[in-house]
Each structure stands twice: as C-alpha cells, then as structure tokens.
C-alpha cells in the first residue's frame, strides 16, 4: 500500500515537459542571425531587386547557363537573401530570396534567379499527441512521403503566405541557410532522387549536393549540404567525379558537418519549423527520434523541429508532426531503421496521459483540488508510517 501511494506521489510530483515553443521575437531573431543575409536587417519590398553578393565563377558557365553576367569567361551572379523576423503576440519570420547560392555550382544546363518571398508563424507550437499525420499502414504513409506534392500544402497553425510577388513554389519545402531552396525530397517520379526502390535511375547532383529544377532553373538540395554553411571557392566537381560522394551520398551529406558537429541551424521549414543539421547538441549525430516527417521534439521545452539524417526522407517529408509507425515507404532503397520518439517526445506523451487522469478526479460534479489530494496522501502515508 505505502509503495502504491509513494508511487502516486512520484507521478503528482513528475516534472511536465514544456508545450510552449521558443518562438519569441528573440529567438527569431536567433534563428535569423543564422542565414547569409544580405539585406541590413528589415524586409525588402523585391528580393530580386535588391543589391547582393558578388560570386565570381571563371569556368563552368557559358552566357547561356549563366544566371547574371559573362565578363569574358567569368560568370557573376548575386547571391541575395533577407531573412527578418516581427510581430508581438505571434511571431512571423519572412523569407526573401533568389535561390542563388555562395559558391559555383557544377551545373552543365542553365541556371535562373528565383524570387521566393514569404512570411510564416515562427517555430509554431505543435503537441507529439495530435500529430498532422498519422497514417499506419505502408500504402497510407508512402502517399504522403512519396508524394512530391505533399508539402503544397501547409499546415494551418503555420498560417504560410506567400508574397504577391513571389514565383510559385509548390514543391517547396524550406530554404537553406544559404538561401538555396530545399525542395520535396522526392524525385519527379514521387521517389527517392538518390536511392529509388524499383528500376528509376539515381538524380544527379554536383559535390555540394544541389542541381537545377528543370521547371524553373532553380538551383536545389533534396538533401543537406555542408557547402551552404562553409561555401567552397573555385570551380567544384560533381558528385560521380567525387569519390566519397559517389560511393555514398548518405555517407557524404553526413561527412560534409564534420566541422559542425553540435546543434546547427541549416534553414528553415516552409511550416515555420527550424531545420537542424545531422547532430544534436551533445555532438551525437541523430539516427533516431524523429517521426514520419524527419521531425524530432528535441527538448524539454516542447521544440520541434527537423533534422538532417542520413536517411530518407534526409531532410523533411512532410510537415509535422507526424507519428511513429512500423511500416515503412515504399519508394526507396535507403529507409529508417525505425521511427521512434525521442526521451522528450515520451515524457510530453505521458505528462499528458497523468493530467488528464488527474484532472478527471471529481467528487459529484465538482472537481477535487490538487493541492487537497496531495495534502490527503501525505496524512494517509504518515499513518501507514506511524503503523
């Protein structure tokens, strides 16, 4: 009996795990921070009309793929971006940017500025026990990841706008730190671009992992790239020419945040939704703990957010949260081992099941206090001991 009560008092007394997300103005503004900005600090009416950053390329363009201007047979282009946060109650980030990179892709076909402009709840709150997802067997849950039109959509709470003048993006799934678009992880034929399960042939891509959108010319990653925190110089090879990265792209993509091994933001999710890069803050790489999505509560506060993995979906397939199921899609060769909840996701599953079991404590009609059912354990125990 004294072990039954002592155990109830353990679960009266368990620590709750927050629900309520970090999405002040100042920790967008953080998160901000983190993006190769090029604007001084507030939005701009017109990315694309804005003065950015200078990328001298001296080979591997021609006036035709070149997407600024050929000084003999060097090609320039401007990488411009403008990430800013505002609002009081609800916090907004806008993202602003011409999807043009740091460095000079290996791209043998023509390459565009983009215009992406929009606006988004920062970091919005969402609960491991209402999932936006929850499908269970595999056929549910591939026509949601193995769908390359999944993420047209965003989730409501997100309250996504894209700007008048903003191109139409409806593959998008976020943009990177280096202003480069993250799209649907899937290839046009709804499977995985770099492991796909039946006869399609693998994407390809250069060494910092992007390749243009054959729809717009719109320079891309479908997986995460060191190269958008660390821009390399000169002129880069391809992934097949780069021995590591063609023997292993699951490989690689981990291989390129070896310098970052520690919690890194690398973008941001078009739900509003902090993407991290592939390690934790303890400097663990993370091969576990997320849901359908590549989502991940990942701290006691309630945080959510995505994560780079080695495996699919690598960055996001869908936007979450989503659950954790036992089946797996069927449209790729390089699957998770499990989906599984991180420590934080469980301990928010079962503070939630231990309130409503308190909170429905009623004598009659009215609810009991409590601070009186902790008081009435308290003196019971304390005869038991007098016993």
Known sequence: MIVFIVTILFLFGLQ??????????????V????????????????????????????SGFTSTTCPGQMYGSTCVFQHKLCVTC???????????SNGLPRFCP????????????????????????????????????????????????????????????????????????DGVTLLNVNSANNVDPFYPAGSFV??????????????????????????????????IASCKSTPACNASIAAYTISTFSSYRTLTVIGIAKDGHVIYGPYNSQGVEVTSGFDICNGMFYDSIGNYAYFATRTYPYITGCFGPGNYPSVFPNCTTNKATAYTKSIYALNQTRTTKIAISTDTIQSNSQRMPLDNIMIALLIIVGMFCRN
């Not at 709750?16 to 503004?29: I, K, P, Q, R, Y």
């Not at 505002?86 to 602003?96: D, L, M, N, P, W």
């Open 106 to 177: 290996n791209v043998p076909v023509t390459m565009s500025e983009l215009n992406v402009d929009f606006a988004v709840n920062f970091n919005p709150n969402v609960d491991v026990n209402s999932p936006v997802y929850n499908p269970t067997t595999v056929s549910q849950l591939s026509s949601i990841v193995c769908n390359i039109n999944s993420q047209t959509t965003v989730p409501s709470a997100s309250n996504y706008v894209p700007s008048s003048t903003s191109g139409s993006f409806n593959t998008l799934a976020g943009i990177s730190v």
């Open 86 to 96: 505002s609002g009081s109650s609800t916090i907004r980030i806008r993202v602003q």
């Open 202 to 235: 693998p994407e390809s891509v250069d060494s910092c992992l992007g390749h243009p959108n054959p729809s717009n010319n719109g320079y891309h990653y479908h997986i995460a790239s060191g190269c958008a925190l660390n821009p390399p110089t000169g002129k």
């Open 16 to 29: 709750s795990v927050g629900s309520t997300a970090s999405n002040s103005l100042s920790d967008c503004n």
């Open 31 to 58: 998160v901000a921070a983190k993006f190769s900005n090029t604007c001084n600090g507030a939005a701009v009416s017109n990315i694309v009309a804005t003065t950015g950053t200078n990328v001298s390329c001296s």
